[in-house]
């Protein structure tokens, strides 16, 4: 997987990539990352970026040139027109799924705005995917492209050790995933729960499970819908509903 950060803090994106599980990828060649300073691609005499927007308003807009000839330089010496993702709060949401389809391309460019946004001519012109990483507002899109790049890496072969944790991990079957505990036994008063000291391999699935389902009832009842249960935990989510429902009217 090649990464081509389009960017204004080139800095911010290698010091953050270059670090932990992303870190080790670069450097055993299984992710390369570039960071393009589009700055280097404003041929003005104080390399402005930025001007006002036509028709007013708050703030300053990217100018589409640079960015345009920043990506160009891309696109010419990989040879092909690569996706392109522009991170914008006004994108579709990012989640898993995508993640996964995105990690199978073989060069990705992010296009990091700032100020008020980047003209829209450009944006027309280069961008295949517009993404947002949630419902909140980001002084500029760096933080929401290394969010992607750190979950599609994760799907990429070879990034993380054990390759099943990919998969088994939050998300996958859109639960979330069970708590877990090492030594010591206990610790502050409390105890690790007794069955998962049992040995007792297929008792410790069954308590993880129902602790994954607890856990996506609780706080992402959205997820709970799209899950895949059996009948019989259907029937369990249904039991710790109304038994919740009774906890609360005895209040
Ligand atoms: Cl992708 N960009 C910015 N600036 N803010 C955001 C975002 C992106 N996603 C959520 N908030």
Same mark, same amino acid.
């Given at each position: 997987?090649?990464?081509?950060?389009?960017?204004?803090?080139?800095?911010? *994106?290698?010091? $953050?990539?270059?670090?932990?599980?992303?870190?080790?990828?670069?450097?055993?060649?299984?992710?390369?990352?570039?960071?393009?300073?589009?700055?280097?691609?404003?041929?003005?005499?104080?390399?402005?970026?930025?001007?006002?927007?036509?028709?007013?308003?708050?703030?300053?807009?990217?100018?589409?040139?640079?960015?345009?000839?920043?990506?160009?330089?891309?696109?010419?010496?990989?040879?092909?027109?690569?996706?392109?993702?522009?991170?914008?709060?006004?994108?579709?949401?990012?989640?898993?799924?995508?993640?996964?389809?995105?990690?199978?391309?073989?060069?990705?460019?992010?296009?990091?705005?700032?100020?008020?946004?980047?003209?829209?001519?450009?944006?027309?012109? *280069?961008?295949?995917?517009?993404?947002?990483?949630?419902?909140?507002?980001?002084? $500029? $899109?760096?933080?929401?492209?290394?969010?992607?790049?750190?979950?599609?890496?994760?799907?990429?072969?070879?990034?993380?050790?054990?390759?099943?944790?990919?998969?088994?991990?939050?998300?996958?079957?859109?639960?979330?995933?069970?708590?877990?505990?090492?030594?010591?036994?206990?610790?502050? $008063?409390?105890?690790?729960?007794?069955?998962?000291?049992?040995?007792?391999?297929?008792?410790?699935?069954?308590?993880?499970?129902?602790?994954?389902?607890?856990?996506?009832?609780?706080?992402?009842?959205?997820?709970?819908?799209?899950?895949?249960?059996?009948? +019989?935990?259907?029937?369990?989510?249904?039991?710790?509903? +109304?038994?919740?429902?009774?906890?609360?009217?005895?209040?």
């Amino acid at each position: 997987m090649n990464f081509h950060v389009l960017t204004l803090f080139p800095e911010m *994106i290698l010091q $953050g990539m270059n670090t932990s599980i992303t870190g080790r990828a670069i450097a055993k060649g299984l992710l390369s990352l570039e960071a393009v300073n589009i700055r280097d691609f404003a041929f003005n005499k104080h390399q402005k970026v930025d001007d006002y927007p036509y028709g007013g308003g708050a703030g300053m807009l990217m100018q589409a040139e640079p960015v345009y000839l920043a990506y160009a330089s891309i696109a010419e010496r990989i040879g092909k027109k690569p996706r392109v993702v522009y991170l914008t709060p006004q994108g579709k949401v990012f989640n898993q799924e995508m993640a996964r389809e995105l990690a199978l391309e073989e060069d990705l460019v992010f296009l990091c705005g700032h100020y008020e946004g980047i003209d829209e001519r450009v944006l027309e012109e *280069i961008v295949t995917d517009q993404v947002s990483i949630g419902d909140y507002v980001l002084t $500029g $899109g760096e933080l929401p492209a290394m969010v992607m790049m750190d979950s599609i890496s994760r799907m990429v072969p070879g990034v993380l050790n054990n390759q099943e944790s990919g998969e088994t991990e939050s998300f996958a079957g859109n639960l979330l995933e069970y708590p877990q505990y090492s030594r010591p036994e206990e610790w502050h $008063g409390k105890k690790v729960p007794e069955v998962l000291l049992s040995g007792h391999h297929e008792n410790v699935a069954k308590w993880r499970r129902e602790q994954s389902i607890l856990r996506t009832l609780k706080n992402r009842p959205d997820l709970l819908k799209k899950a895949d249960l059996t009948n +019989k935990e259907w029937n369990y989510v249904r039991q710790l509903k +109304k038994q919740w429902k009774e906890e609360e009217e005895s209040l």
